[in-house]
């Protein structure tokens, strides 16, 4: 543990992220393959379910710390963080454990699923005695399920190939998909050779970057393909060895949640991989995200869900064919094999080759962007017709260039501190229009605003309060911003009947009065032209 | 209870009706006691001022060459219309103190900002007795709990040494008035290192050497010539300096921040600095519990910070408690740079 918690404050205390991989390959290198297996998976964002209800955790800590309970709520407040306010809460420790980090993540962090609330707590005080400062925090934070830490898929790729010499392709191949946190499969990984090691496993997801500059600076238009960025779920869909395996971007198998794009699959021959985007689709369109969002929030994935929420892959692109990796071919190449592949397997219309935009000049792809409102997409993805699909985000070969968000110039009415890095600040705010004298909440934003805008903001919020409801304070409505948003749709559940899509600040716009925000009515006029 | 307090708030600040002056008033009055010559505390435009001694020369720098300051040694009584006034160490920065008002044998005393811990810079804070004690409470909550500060002195050592090898500079942000020279000061055993300075905080060193206060070694960063190797270097700034455009010229420097806030992750992260050394000018939990307790006060009246929390704490255990409205920010975890401290870069 101690190794593991140094780990962590190295790659806490630096934005660098030469230092990070240099931090993350030291302990790899030095670890046996069972602690490094374990460091990937948690560096990785593997986080187990939480073993331990946290009102237990706290309530034991409030106990150690002979602190009342209400006091211990304003700490929270102050931290912004639970693992952490224990942490700070609890004396210091007593002991000091030279136990090896796998030790404490199986022997003690997982041991807690089997136990009753007396065997939990023993547990819990035991660690809190034997583990101090910064290995005390990492341990609450694995032990809340919420431990998180600044290394991208990228970085811990680099550092893993940097460790093992292995090509950092071969680690990121292998890495990708369900990591077996073991002993075994971190040989594996490391090994030397080019072996694959899982029939499931999907390949790295290659990203966009966004657009810089002008159209015209990409070159000539005929060698690029334009086409459509759907809001769905980014999602790969396998089919080897008589099996269908679905990822979606977060690495997770979601196989089961679509059990509908399955059973189209399995007309796909043997040893083929697409990738694509998972959508709720009806009569030849996207319904809203917030659709999906309610199927994929469901336990049991009921006929009337999925009657009223069908789902369908649109396929972007073709990565294995026949069994070979095919993504260092052109996507031109590419494109053709699949447009061929899925015209003749598709079925039931579950599986779907997404639309390119035509285009003889940029014009034409200018145009294409202004319709993709209406289409129900957030805008176009830009691919050169001879890039090979690659690894990652990288710039050069794909660029998206989304939709400018909607904008409304609205009312600050609450704030709330936020969480971690921004905890002690008000930096979650909630925002209203005009309905005539009245002012109707209907969105909440967390970012946007730089960090002295922020600070200043927080010392406007402390001063004109008007009443604090625990940590969430009502403000004097006389703070204009202007929001952005991606969607907007009619929402029953909620006050202002109207649900917007990723909120968030552009300007604060200092320059207005409040009676200059906008109203009801224009959120309402918004919502009218998305619905036509 | 219809008796009047002896001190109350105004629109303009404390103040005592006996004795006809106001405690760091936030307007300007005509007799203002100052407890500390940071800028929430000490603010201009007052006809008159009175502070302890040792403050003498932060005070007029704070508050301008033509402030008409008068100063006390501490535990020396002056009258001021019959109430009785003196001035005692708070152990906050060089000059601070408690201020004790006694009229017809009912003591308050009013603590300023304080610490507990020891400071080469400054007189240690000095329990004093009284009926009610008027406290901050910057850090009023139980999370605020200093490791001795050798601990952290050893951590930037440690961190200044690395920074050294690796072929960068360290730069720690630091309040000007009093947490940098206590940082200096703190520092002063690393013998090998060369201190350099932001104009905010080497004119507060000067007031501090001219206080008879030993400070090691400084060069100011402006009189540097161009082009200088900075490798190595540890610089002492104000807050305001980080991500502004005097910090480029040390190039891939690592970055500090010395505060009691420190204490928690997420206000680090939000200062996006390297490291958060834990360096305090404030009481943490536990001396401000022993100190109000070694008053022997019944009744407590908490200023900035965490105001509530503190009083319901105090009640819980049975003293009499309120919260006092002031406009006093202890250590915000704003940057604090009043006037008058900047010198052109």
């Not at chain 1, 680690?171 to 899982?198: F, N």
């Amino acid at each position: 543990m101690k190794a593991f918690a140094r780990l962590f404050a190295a790659i806490d205390s630096t934005t660098r992220t030469n230092e990070k991989v240099d931090a993350v390959a030291r302990y790899l290198s030095a670890a046996s393959a069972e602690d490094a297996a374990w460091a990937v998976y948690f560096l990785s964002g593997g986080r187990p379910r939480r073993l331990v209800p946290v009102r237990r955790l706290a309530s034991w800590a409030m106990d150690a710390s002979g602190i009342p309970d209400w006091l211990f709520e304003e700490s929270y407040h102050a931290v912004g963080d639970l693992a952490e306010t224990i942490a700070l809460l609890l004396p210091e420790s007593t002991e000091s454990s030279d136990a090896p980090f796998h030790f404490w993540v199986e022997k003690r962090l997982f041991a807690l699923a089997g136990l009753d609330e007396e065997g939990q707590r023993r547990i819990a005080l035991d660690a809190w005695r034997d583990l101090g400062g910064t290995e005390r925090f990492v341990w609450n934070k694995l032990i809340t399920g919420s431990f998180r830490v600044g290394v991208s898929q990228a970085l811990l790729v680099r550092a893993v190939s940097r460790a093992s010499g292995v090509p950092e392709a071969t680690i990121s191949h292998r890495l990708a998909g369900e990591w077996k946190p073991d002993a075994d499969s971190y040989r594996r990984l490391v090994a030397e050779g080019s072996g694959q090691p899982d029939v499931s496993n999907p390949y790295p997801f290659f990203l966009g970057y966004p657009l810089e500059g002008e159209l015209e600076d990409l070159g000539a238009v005929g060698d690029w393909q334009a086409e459509w960025k759907w809001d769905g779920i980014r999602a790969q869909l396998i089919r080897r060895r008589g099996s269908t395996y679905l990822w979606s971007r977060g690495n997770d198998l979601i196989t089961e949640r679509f059990p509908e794009v399955v059973a189209a699959s399995e007309w796909l021959p043997e040893g083929t991989v697409i990738d694509g985007e998972l959508l709720p689709w009806r009569e030849g369109r996207p319904l809203p995200f917030a659709q999906l969002q309610r199927r994929i929030g469901r336990k049991n994935l009921s006929a009337k869900i999925r009657s009223e929420v069908p789902v369908v892959i649109l396929a972007y692109d073709l990565l294995e064919l026949d069994g070979v990796d095919v993504r260092e071919r052109p996507l031109a190449w590419r494109r053709l094999r699949l447009s061929e592949l899925i015209g003749s397997a598709n079925a039931e219309s579950r599986i779907l080759v997404s639309p390119v935009v035509g285009a003889a000049v940029w014009e034409d792809v200018r145009a294409a962007r202004e319709r993709a409102r209406a289409m129900g997409s957030e805008g176009l993805m830009l691919k050169r017709n001879d890039a090979a699909y690659g690894v990652g985000r990288r710039k050069g070969g794909w660029w998206k260039w989304k939709l400018e968000p909607w904008s409304v110039d609205a009312i600050m009415v609450y704030a709330q501190p936020g969480h971690g890095r921004r905890a002690l600040l008000h930096t979650d705010y909630t925002f209203a229009v005009r309905d005539g004298d009245a002012l109707v909440p209907f969105a909440k934003a967390y970012s946007g605003l730089t960090d002295a805008e922020i600070r200043e903001l927080d010392t406007w919020i402390r001063r004109n309060t008007i009443e604090k409801f625990g940590p969430v304070r009502a403000v004097r409505p006389e703070q204009v911003f202007e929001l952005g948003f991606e969607g907007i749709q009619a929402s029953p559940r909620h006050k202002s009947g109207i649900a917007v899509r990723f909120p968030r600040i552009l300007r604060w716009r200092k320059d207005k009065p409040v009676a200059e925000a906008d109203t009801i009515q224009a959120l309402r006029l918004l919502l009218e032209q998305t619905d036509s | 209870m219809s008796k009047i307090d002896l001190l109350r708030i105004t629109d303009r600040g404390l103040y005592c009706d006996a004795g006809d002056f106001h405690i760091d008033p936030w307007l300007p009055v005509d007799r203002a006691l100052i407890t500390h010559a940071h800028g929430d505390h000490a603010r201009w435009g007052s006809l008159r001022y009175a502070g302890a001694r040792d403050g003498r020369h932060v005070l007029q720098t704070r508050l301008g060459e033509s402030a008409d300051i008068e100063t006390f040694d501490y535990g020396e009584h002056l009258s001021m219309n019959g109430v009785s006034v003196s001035f005692h160490p708070a152990g906050h920065i060089l000059g601070s103190a408690q201020i004790r008002v006694e009229h017809r044998g009912e003591v308050w005393v009013v603590s300023g900002d304080y610490k507990a811990e020891p400071d080469p810079t400054c007189q240690p804070f000095e329990p004093v007795s009284c009926h009610t004690f008027v406290t901050e409470s910057t850090f009023g909550l139980p999370i605020y709990r200093w490791a001795p500060q050798s601990e952290a002195f050893a951590d930037i050592a440690a961190w200044w040494r690395t920074n050294a090898e690796a072929g960068r500079a360290s730069i720690i942000f630091a309040y000007a008035l009093g947490k940098a020279q206590r940082v200096l000061a703190g520092l002063a055993h690393l013998g090998e290192a060369s201190f350099y300075t932001h104009g905010a905080v080497e004119r507060l060193n000067r007031d501090y050497r001219a206080s008879g206060i030993d400070l090691p070694a400084t060069t100011y960063v402006a009189s540097v010539p161009r082009g200088h190797d900075w490798a190595g270097a540890l610089v002492l700034a104000p807050p305001s300096a980080s991500g502004s455009t005097w910090i480029r010229r040390f190039g891939a420097a690592s970055t500090a921040f010395a505060s009691g806030w420190m204490r928690v992750r997420g206000a680090r992260r939000r200062r996006s600095v390297d490291r958060g050394f834990v360096v305090s000018d404030h009481v943490d939990w536990p001396a401000l519990m022993s100190a109000i307790e070694a008053t022997r006060a019944q009744r407590i009246l908490v200023t900035h910070g965490y105001r509530d929390p503190v009083v319901r704490f105090l009640r819980e255990r049975g003293l009499e408690s309120d919260s006092l409205a002031s406009r006093w920010e202890g250590e915000g975890d704003e940057d604090v740079m009043p006037r008058g401290e900047e010198i052109s870069e």
